[in-house]
Nanobody, 126 residues
Framework: QLQLVESGGGLVQPGGSLRLSCVGS????????IGWFRQAPGKEREGVSS????????YYADSVKGRFTISRDDAKNTVYLQMNSLNPEDTAVYYC???????????????????WGQGTQVTVSS
């Protein structure tokens, strides 16, 4: 069974940091483009970042550039999202998703991704 499991969410004060993890089971993530998405209450799900399968090309939404970093550890079959300088606007449920084996050339639309995790809640509040 192909599955993605996110972890690492929680409550953090403005200016703080969190590292989210996305672990794959049933398939190897190193041959797959992995994206991070988020959905805030009352808003549509939006792309945050993605990392390519071959050369590890990364993409970021403008709202998180310079603050978030995506990386992968193929030995652990895990993709990370390091989030720094968090602000209340970053509050959302964060999802990781597995796309194709070739670089989309950007974050890609939601329907380009085939498998989704269950999400992890990130709350930024004082």
């Amino acid at each position: 069974q192909l599955q993605l499991v996110e972890s690492g969410g929680g409550l953090v004060q403005p200016g703080g940091s969190l590292r989210l993890s996305c672990v794959g089971s049933g398939f190897t993530l190193d041959y797959t483009v992995i994206g991070w998405f988020r959905q805030a209450p009352g808003k549509e799900r939006e792309g945050v970042s993605s990392i390519g399968s071959s050369d590890g090309t990364t993409y970021y939404a403008d709202s998180v550039k310079g603050r978030f970093t995506i990386s992968r550890d193929d030995a652990k079959n895990t993709v990370y999202l390091q989030m720094n300088s968090l602000n209340p606007e970053d509050t959302a449920v964060y999802y990781c998703a597995a796309g194709g084996d070739t670089d989309y050339g950007g974050l890609g639309p939601l329907d380009w991704y085939d498998y989704w995790g269950q999400g992890t809640q990130v709350t930024v509040s004082s």
